[in-house]
Each structure stands twice: as C-alpha cells, then as structure tokens.
Nanobody, 123 residues
Framework: QVQLAESGGGLVQAGGSLRLSCAAS????????MGWFRQAPGKAREFVAA????????SYTDSVKGRFTISKGSAKNTMYLQMNRLKPEDTAVYYC????????????????WGQGTQVTVSS
C-alpha cells in the first residue's frame, strides 16, 4: 500500500496563492492515480481534483475550476495542487489520496489517504 505525505499548507489572505505537495512512497511497480480532497469544519470530506498516473487526464470540482491546477512531478510519485485566487470558503484540511483506478480516486474511495494539511484563508 502506498504511503502519502502532504505539505505546503498554511495561512494566506483571500486572493493569495498556495502550493500543496503530496509525496508518495510504496511499491514502485504500481502506478497510482492521485487526487486531492478537503474537509472544512462541520462538513463532509469533498473531492477537489484528480490526476491520472501519467498526468494526462485531470478532473476538478466546479468550485475550483480556473483557480486550482493539479499536476504531477516528472517522477510521477509527487503531486501538486497550485491554488490561486483563494477564497475564505477554501479553508479546510486538504488530503492527498491515491488508488490504482482513477474512478476510485474521483469517487472518494482510494486505497490510501494522507494525514492532511491545513489551509486557512483569511478575509
């Protein structure tokens, strides 16, 4: 099973930017599709974005389209989420997820979850 570690969260003013990273470690012969989820206080965890293993296919929830960009590093075991024009409603704990099937990532049923990183956007 792959292990995931997020980094890059923090406090930013509305309109600002942050870049989240997720490093995956595990069996090198398994190609993982990956994604980002977030959970705000008192709310359910929600899908944010997903990217296929080779990085050729992406998916976003409507509320972040045009503001967030998901990408992968050249080694394919690192994923990024560039978040621009942040809004207070983007405040949440952001989680990295990975699965052997892209559909499982998008559906929120991945094989692995990271521990999460806090993103706080002040108004």
């Amino acid at each position: 099973q792959v292990q995931l570690a997020e980094s890059g969260g923090g406090l930013v003013q509305a309109g600002g930017s942050l870049r989240l990273s997720c490093a995956a470690s595990g069996p090198p012969f398994i190609n993982y599709h990956m994604g980002w989820f977030r959970q705000a206080p008192g709310k359910a965890r929600e899908f944010v974005a997903a990217i296929s293993w080779p990085g050729t296919s992406t998916s976003y929830t409507d509320s972040v389209k045009g503001r967030f960009t998901i990408s992968k590093g050249s080694a394919k075991n690192t994923m990024y989420l560039q978040m621009n024009r942040l809004k207070p409603e983007d405040t949440a704990v952001y989680y990295c997820a990975a699965a052997e099937e892209m559909g499982k990532v998008v559906a929120g049923i991945p094989e692995s979850w990271g521990q999460g990183t806090q993103v706080t956007v002040s108004s």
